[in-house]
């Protein structure tokens, strides 16, 4: 049965703080008036986070449905789920740490409400990361506008119209991203300031490694810098191998000078290792497209509690 909100909660090893998020989201609505729903996917917790789910669900007074993962799949190949199988007429994205208040959630649906825009997020006030991980966070969003498709002043609190859902809800690549696939349907973004709060318990399961290689896997699937490395690298180098080969050239007929070993040696193994490098990224991008062609699930439910 359809309802106004689905709350999509992505879950990993989250087992401390999921009653006290769900009572909150559960009083939220019961203030505002709205109908809702909570879909909780388990990203493959390893704390016991879908026992405690289950025993949620069995005493839940509101509409509360659970899918679980057979292996973990990650943050958005979660919320691609949970979108999958929301009913709502709008879906609210909202993490299960507790470092974004339920409370905001209101803030969310009232400025849709205001403006009828498509996608609303949660710009933090104050962002409760390190500053590395917030610099890197900027220059990531740089290049996602600089060299892909990618409007929007991100956050992973957001509220998500059902015509947009619609549209991106059966989306099946490798790697999975949300907020650029959502620029790639719409360009009705708003935006309202939320709280952002220190994580109250554990570190998050993003450690600095994990957190590099989702950059690098974003700007290799969703934008053409990559590319742009292949093409500029080669255009600079092969400028550089034609003064030198000039300079060499001059110097032999002017001067006879013997032709310089040591830097043909450089010269070849600088080219050698930018024709290399290419090479790797070619097969990065062929490799995507035999995962196209195999039509590879993008997730495997293990468990389904309607």
């Known amino acids: 049965m359809a309802c106004s909100y689905s709350i999509v909660i992505p879950v990993f090893n989250s087992s401390g703080s999921l009653e006290e998020l769900l ?63 929301c009913k709502g007429k709008s879906a609210v994205l909202i993490d299960s740490d507790l470092q974004i208040p ?29 500053v590395i991980r917030n610099k890197s966070s900027q220059l990531l969003g740089w290049i996602l506008k600089k060299f892909g498709t990618y409007q929007a002043r991100g956050s992973s609190f957001k509220i998500i119209d059902r015509i947009i859902i619609d549209k991106i809800k059966d989306a099946n690549f490798e790697y999975i991203f949300i907020d650029e696939i959502l620029s790639w349907h719409t360009s009705s973004f708003e935006y309202v300031t939320i709280t952002h709060l220190p994580r109250q318990e554990g570190k998050s399961s993003y450690t600095k490694w994990k957190l590099i290689k989702m950059a ?32 060499f050239i001059i110097m032999k007929f002017i001067y006879g000078a013997v032709l310089g070993f040591t830097a043909i040696i450089v010269t070849l193994l600088f080219c050698s290792g930018l024709i290399l490098f290419s090479f790797g990224i070619i097969g990065e991008y062929i490799r995507k497209i035999y995962f196209i062609i195999l039509r590879k699930p993008p997730f495997t439910i293990k468990e389904y509690i309607g």
């Not at 500029?232 to 000039?246: D, K, P, R």
Request: aromatic share 12%; glycine share 6%.
């Open 102 to 130: 339920p409370e905001e959630i209101d803030k969310l649906i009232n400025r849709k409400l205001e403006t009828n825009a498509k996608v609303v997020y949660g710009e933090y006030y104050q962002k409760q990361h390190d």
């Open 23 to 85: 009572e909150r989201i559960h009083q939220v609505f019961k203030k505002n008036g709205h109908t809702f729903e909570i879909v909780c996917v388990n990203d493959a917790s390893m704390d016991g986070s879908w026992e405690v789910l289950k025993k949620i669900k069995d005493q839940a007074k509101y509409p509360l449905r659970l899918i679980s993962f057979s292996i973990n799949f990650g943050q958005h190949k979660a919320l691609l789920c949970g979108l999958k199988f």
């Open 216 to 247: 690098l896997q974003i700007i290799l699937n969703y934008t053409t810098l990559p590319l742009r490395l292949m093409t500029y690298g080669g255009l600079l180098v092969s400028t550089l191998c034609f003064f030198i080969g000039l300079y």
